[in-house]
């Protein structure tokens, strides 16, 4: 069904978008998008950060004791 939409329909239906919401609602959401888009990607890298941080506390110091004397 959407395989026929073509580069007319999407013209119309973006004119349709426009002509109903007006071009601050839509500059106004798309600001929003980007927003949510920024925030998503923030929290993925935080997320990255706080799996490296645990995996660094689980690892276990092997250094035998009379070695740790001598630092």
Excluded: W
């Excluded at 395989?3 to 071009?23: E, S, T, Y």
């Excluded at 601050?24 to 600001?31: E, P, R, V």
């Excluded at 920024?38 to 993925?44: D, E, L, P, S």
Aim: avoid cysteine; aromatic fraction near 2%.
């Amino acid at each position: 069904m959407l395989n026929n939409i073509g580069l007319p329909g999407l013209l119309l239906i973006a004119v349709v978008v426009l002509v109903l919401f007006g071009r601050g609602k839509i500059s106004s959401l798309m600001g929003e998008v980007g927003k949510g888009i920024t925030a998503f990607k923030k929290g993925v890298s935080e997320g990255g950060k706080e799996l490296e941080d645990e995996k660094a506390e689980e690892a276990k110091d092997v250094t035998p004791e009379s070695e740790k004397d001598k630092v």
